[in-house]
């Protein structure tokens, strides 16, 4: 129950009491000079009408309720139990005024008070409570920005705070608004001083009593408070095309977005949860229902900054079309390659592969299989109908911007065809390479995946 008003309570309790206790100044030095005659205890029971309130409003009740009787009995009648006993009407009827100020405006009203006086005195009580009480909560979160994204991610958080506030408070009347308030503000700030997520966040917390009692938390970053200050998103897949992915990277810049400026220690305790949550989004995404697209992702925070990769692959096709320009090379300086293929046992797929060398206008037409290692990498072996070879093709990512990648031929004159090559991705699209046929040739590239 709220501090102040239980001292205003206790305050015209003692004054009451003074009074009387004074005008029986031979009982008061009666119980002094006789041991027996003193309280030593005072054992409360409350019975409720009406429906019974949560626990933890039964407790603040009782534990006011008993502090006042304890004030009364020990402070101001001296514990005699002669003095309660020969004025027990009189005390009776002022413990039950006094109680009826606070409790009447917190929607309960104390119907009974009996006193028996003893060395355990024993205080039974009925109070029966207003027919106006909270049924329910609503919890919403408010951050700078507030977005589906966010709400989403803090759902888990929302739900616990709601299921936690309707098992404290539910069936407790809310006529004394500001008390109600006050009660579910100290319980909300003390949900939060438990969690490490939101260490870092100040709390604003808005209470709207009513039967469904609508709580608004708004979370602000604290001064001082080391934040988000950047993202950078990598869009990876060996199965689809950028232009296929386009739309996948508008909606996670946007959920990026919303945590810039949030304190690191939340984003990086939701690390997992933000990844889950684009990665479902993404396999749902309505544009790619005809990919069948299974996503991975994975979140870093570096200093201020976050660098969340995903990887996007379809479970059904393969499509792949390049670009590529060479520099400082004898022969051939450009090619573009065309890949058409389809899936089958989750991680293989049959592919046709065109090669266009247009300095020659050359054309090699591949037919192959390929095993696909997810992030990192895959491995593909090919007919080429043109030179009448098979060959191998190799990549290993060795982090999300870099990786190795071989293409070689089996027959012996072709050696000169081979590649092998490490290459730097430049905002998802861009490829800066560096190529050797291990004979002593090494010239630079930029790709350019479509």
Not at 54 to 78: M, N, S
Not at 242 to 268: C, K, M, W, Y
Request: overall charge neutral; charged content about 25%.
């Amino acid at each position: 129950m709220n501090a102040r008003k239980l001292t205003i309570a206790i305050a015209v309790t003692c004054g009451s009491l003074l009074t009387l206790a004074s005008s029986h100044p031979a009982r008061a030095q009666e119980q002094k000079s006789v041991p027996h005659d003193r309280v030593e205890d005072i054992r409360l029971t409350i019975d409720w009408h009406g429906g019974k309130p949560t626990p933890y409003i039964e407790h603040e009740v009782d534990e006011a309720i008993e502090k006042t009787l304890r004030l009364a009995i020990f402070d101001q009648l001296g514990a005699s139990i002669s003095t309660l006993t020969s004025n027990l009407d009189q005390v009776t009827a002022t413990f039950k005024n006094v109680i009826n100020i606070v409790l009447e405006r917190k929607g309960m009203h104390l119907e009974t008070i009996t006193l028996t006086p003893g060395p355990v005195t024993s205080a039974h009580l009925t109070i029966q409570l207003a027919s106006d009480k909270i049924e329910s909560f609503r919890v919403h979160f408010r951050f700078r920005r507030s977005t589906p994204f966010l709400d989403a991610i803090t759902s888990d958080e929302q739900n616990a705070l709601t299921s936690n506030l309707t098992g404290e408070f539910k069936g407790t009347p809310f006529s004394d608004r500001d008390w109600i308030e006050r009660l579910v503000r100290r319980r909300v700030e003390e949900v939060f001083q438990m969690s490490t997520a939101y260490a870092d966040f100040d709390l604003l917390v808005l209470v709207i009593p009513d039967t469904t009692t609508e709580v608004y938390v708004t979370f602000l970053s604290r001064n001082n408070t080391a934040t988000i200050a950047r993202y950078f998103l990598k869009l990876r897949s060996e199965t689809m095309l950028n232009l296929q992915l386009a739309e996948i990277g508008t909606s996670v810049d946007n959920h990026l977005e919303d945590l810039r400026g949030l304190p690191i220690s939340f984003v990086a305790a939701k690390a997992r949860t933000i990844e889950n949550f684009i990665e479902r989004e993404v396999e749902q995404l309505h544009g790619l229902a005809m990919m069948l697209p299974i996503a991975h992702s994975e979140l870093y925070l570096v200093r201020n900054d976050i660098s969340f990769v995903l990887w996007v692959n379809s479970q059904r096709w393969r499509t792949m079309l390049t670009g590529r320009v060479d520099f400082n090379r004898e022969g051939d300086s450009a090619r573009f390659d065309l890949k058409a293929g389809l899936r089958f046992a989750h991680s293989f797929d049959v592919f046709f592969q065109s090669t266009l060398l247009p300095g020659n206008l050359e054309l090699r037409p591949q037919l192959g299989v390929a095993g696909h290692g997810g992030k990192y990498g895959f491995i593909e072996a090919a007919y080429d109908f043109k030179l009448n070879s098979m060959l191998c093709r190799a990549q290993l990512n060795l982090l999300p911007d870099f990786y190795l990648s071989a293409e070689r031929y089996t027959k012996r004159k072709l050696k000169q065809e081979d590649e092998y090559s490490f290459t730097y991705i430049y905002r998802n699209a861009y490829e800066f390479k560096i190529i050797s046929d291990l004979k002593g040739e090494v010239f630079g590239a930029v790709a350019v995946r479509i």
